[in-house]
């Protein structure tokens, strides 16, 4: 059998399968765990992003995680990077407030 370069085969699954190839022409995508997730955007742990998920994803779109009967949930690491990249600092990462701000010009800048 002579070896013919993939696009030559016809686009078979078989012949995808048994040429090494082809691997290097797929991007693998990477998925992470909630952990993972709750350390990119800014909560404490797994847990805590775990509880909040389903606010994220009615209220501000967040991805879902893939498809699978496995345990744990995972989710796509690109998607929730773009994610991240569209809604800016999370909460714990944005500079508070000063304290001792004059909440009588804030107010009049809020009503100019």
Avoid at 19 to 48: H, N, Q, R, W, Y
Avoid at 79 to 91: E, S
Wanted: proline share 12%; charged share 20%; hydrophobic share 35%.
């Amino acid at each position: 059998m002579t070896h013919q370069p993939p696009h030559a085969r016809g686009g078979s699954l078989d012949a995808r399968k048994s040429d090494p190839s082809f691997l290097k022409f797929t991007p693998m995508a990477t998925f992470i765990p909630a952990d993972t997730v709750a350390e990119m955007i800014g909560f404490s742990c797994g847990k805590e992003f775990l509880r909040n998920r389903a606010r994220l994803e009615r209220d501000h779109d967040f991805p879902l995680p893939i498809p699978t009967c496995q345990s744990p949930m995972k989710w796509r690491t690109s998607l929730v990077n773009a994610w991240a990249a569209t809604q800016g600092l999370p909460a714990s990462q944005t500079p508070p407030t000063a304290p001792n701000c004059n909440k009588a010009l804030l107010e009049m800048a809020q009503s100019a």
